[in-house]
């Protein structure tokens, strides 16, 4: 928003940027994204105490309030890593978010890796990202920030929450025509599919903050097991305290 204050010649610009209308300080250090904006709502009201709207710009809401205290911040990133990375980007260089933990749901990569199981991405790899152009010929390797890896780690066991941390896959398309790699992704390990972790891994290493991945199993691509939709909310809140917990360690 562009107002005048005092000298009318004079333009100051609040906080708001192209795709996040929140104001100077309605941002936390600390901002949970997951991929719906609705998931983002039901976080805040579920989590959060005094929780309120900061951003409704495109529909892509985002709510503020605290837990045990604590200020956080709750946006959706919407899906895909070019959505992800302008919400991120714009977290960090312009409201100064300095840990950001991406809650969502992936895909079952590994026979081991159950419907409801919570996976911590401890790198993630990929095709290609929105940094791919910066990056030309090298395999930069994403990878999560330890502390909150560790800390996430710890909650979840506390919770007795069925874990796996190893590296994840993020793709570009949900819709995937190529059964050959994902074999490939089976065959070395690959806990899951999801399609936003690498761009925020990327974007937090080039601005030195901190980032994590926690996911829940919402499918499976060896058995075409899904979660069913009354199941998945509380599933999705172990994944939301366990980020939480991680957060503030
Ligand atoms: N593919 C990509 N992203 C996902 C999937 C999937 O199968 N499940 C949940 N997020």
Not at 143 to 150: E, H, K, M
Request: glycine fraction near 10%.
């Amino acid at each position: 928003m562009l107002w005048r204050r005092g000298n009318p010649w004079t333009i100051w610009r609040s906080k708001m940027t192209v795709h996040i209308g929140a104001k100077d300080g309605e941002i936390a250090q600390t901002v949970l994204m997951p991929g719906d904006p609705y998931r983002a709502k039901w976080a805040a009201e579920t989590f959060l105490q005094d929780a309120r709207l900061v951003n409704e710009t495109r529909g892509m809401l985002g709510f503020t309030g605290t837990w045990n205290g604590n200020p956080v911040t709750i946006q959706g990133s919407g899906m895909g890593m070019p959505s992800l990375s302008i919400y991120a980007n714009e977290l960090i260089r312009d409201y100064g978010a300095k840990t950001l933990i991406r809650i969502g749901s992936c895909g079952g990569m590994q026979p081991y890796v159950g419907i409801r199981d919570v996976v911590l991405a401890m790198t993630a790899s990929t095709l290609s990202t929105p940094s791919r152009g910066i990056f030309k010929e090298l395999n930069f390797a994403p990878c999560a920030d330890w502390g909150l890896l560790s800390a996430a780690a710890e909650a979840a066991e506390a919770k007795g929450v069925t874990t796996h941390i190893g590296g994840i896959y993020s793709s570009d398309v949900f819709y995937d025509e190529r059964p050959d790699l994902n074999e490939q992704m089976t065959r070395h390990g690959i806990l899951g599919v999801e399609m936003e972790a690498a761009e925020l891994y990327n974007l937090a290493a080039r601005h030195s903050v901190r980032a994590l991945a926690v996911l829940t199993v919402s499918d499976h691509l060896l058995t075409g097991e899904a979660l069913p939709s009354e199941e998945r909310e509380r599933s999705f809140g172990d994944m939301v305290e366990i980020a939480l917990h991680s957060a503030f360690a």
